[in-house]
């Protein structure tokens, strides 16, 4: 039994006493929670308190609840999915995403007409509201179940100047840089990466836990004058993932043009 002694409201005198209990690992990572019963039990609080404890260390990403299974002390793990920011090509000529390569599309994607805004219109160097193809698509990793969320947004500058991309502007990423390569474009890449908390679709469409927050990638794929082509973006719980990169030192790195 563990008296609670410290000064403020009760449930946050339960919720440090086991957040200090998951910090020192006597709760720990991956471990059921004892049950409510047994915190009040071992706290001498009431089941109110006991809930608002657990709610407070859930909002701090210490707990995540399971339905029908119980709280259970967040991993602390390594992630279970690695991106590499690296686009190769095989012998043949084609475009390989590695690390992205064995995902699984969970639906079928989404086309549609959209326009840039402010964040887009910068990376695409393009005026707000200027009309782009959006395309979306959920994607599953078949080892691991994590979900990655992904767009392509195409101006129709770029679809209008590569026919086969007008045609088609639900293709996949690498199939895109195939047709911007056979348009004449000598491509390369520019990667920026931020944490966010996530949107409430975003949130139930990775099945994230709470206070969880996301990576959101944007990928700009730039081509002929350093001219900005597509942009893509990933967005993947970062509790279940971490980016990799290749980093060379064989030429200097191409410089974006400042809109």
Wanted: glycine residues 6%; proline residues 7%.
């Amino acid at each position: 039994m563990t008296e609670i002694q410290r000064p403020g409201a009760l449930y946050q005198q339960v919720a440090a006493a086991i957040r200090e209990a998951i910090l020192s690992g006597e709760f720990a990572p991956d471990s059921l929670l004892p049950s409510e019963a047994q915190l009040m039990t071992r706290y001498q609080v009431s089941r109110p308190t006991v809930r608002n404890a657990v709610s407070a260390l859930r909002a701090e990403g210490l707990i995540d609840v399971r339905h029908g299974k119980g709280s259970f002390v967040r991993s602390n793990g390594r992630p279970v999915v690695s991106l590499a920011g690296h686009v190769g090509r095989t012998s043949g000529g084609r475009f390989t995403l590695h690390g992205v390569a064995i995902w699984e599309q969970t639906e079928e994607p989404s086309t549609y007409r959209t326009h840039a805004t402010e964040p887009t219109a910068h990376l695409l160097e393009v005026q707000v509201e200027e009309a782009l193809f959006g395309c979306d698509r959920l994607l599953t990793d078949p080892a691991t179940g994590t979900r990655a969320m992904h767009r392509t947004l195409i101006p129709l500058a770029t679809a209008d100047a590569v026919p086969d991309l007008a045609e088609a502007p639900n293709a996949e990423p690498a199939a895109v840089y195939a047709m911007l390569t056979k348009a004449g474009h000598k491509l390369w890449w520019s990667e920026t990466v931020r944490a966010r908390m996530p949107l409430p679709d975003e949130r139930t469409a990775l099945g994230l836990p709470d206070a969880t927050p996301v990576l959101h990638l944007s990928r700009v794929t730039c081509g002929t004058d350093d001219q900005a082509l597509i942009l893509e973006e990933i967005r993947i719980g970062a509790d279940r993932a971490e980016l990799a990169y290749r980093i060379t030192a064989d030429k200097e790195p191409a410089q974006r043009r400042q809109p």
